[in-house]
């Protein structure tokens, strides 16, 4: 059983800067892979980057890389995702999960956690 809360999402101008957060329950979290999609009405859930377990493996989806990084701190059991240079297209709930190995699939994901709504205006 692991729990997932996301945090740090908001409003944003175009160029702009965000930092989520995702806070795991549980005391294995340093196990699980951690991933970020993102989800618009309408669409289904897109991969945007997902980190390995230790943090030496990242995988970033085409349209964020060089903007976004992914990063974790096992010791505080929470996974960040920066995102810079943001734009309308970015726009989305941001979704933290966690899974058993390295996909970019929404279902290789067993826990998520409620999202967060980052809003860039233009």
């Known amino acids: 059983q692991v729990q997932l809360v996301e945090s740090g999402g908001g409003l944003v101008q175009a160029g702009g800067s965000l930092r989520l957060s995702c806070a795991a329950s549980g005391r294995t979290f340093s196990s699980y892979v951690m991933g970020w999609f993102r989800q618009v009405p309408g669409k289904e859930r897109e991969f945007v980057v997902y980190i390995g377990g230790s943090g030496g493996t990242t995988y970033y989806a085409d349209s964020v890389k060089g903007r976004f990084t992914i990063s974790r701190d096992n010791a505080k059991n929470t996974v960040y995702l920066q995102m810079n240079s943001l734009n309308s297209v970015d726009t989305a709930v941001y979704y933290c999960?966690?899974?058993?190995?390295?996909?970019?699939?929404?279902?290789?994901?067993?826990?998520w956690g409620q999202g967060t709504q980052v809003t860039v205006s233009s």
């Open positions: 999960a966690a899974g058993g190995f390295l996909s970019t699939r929404p279902a290789s994901y067993g826990y």
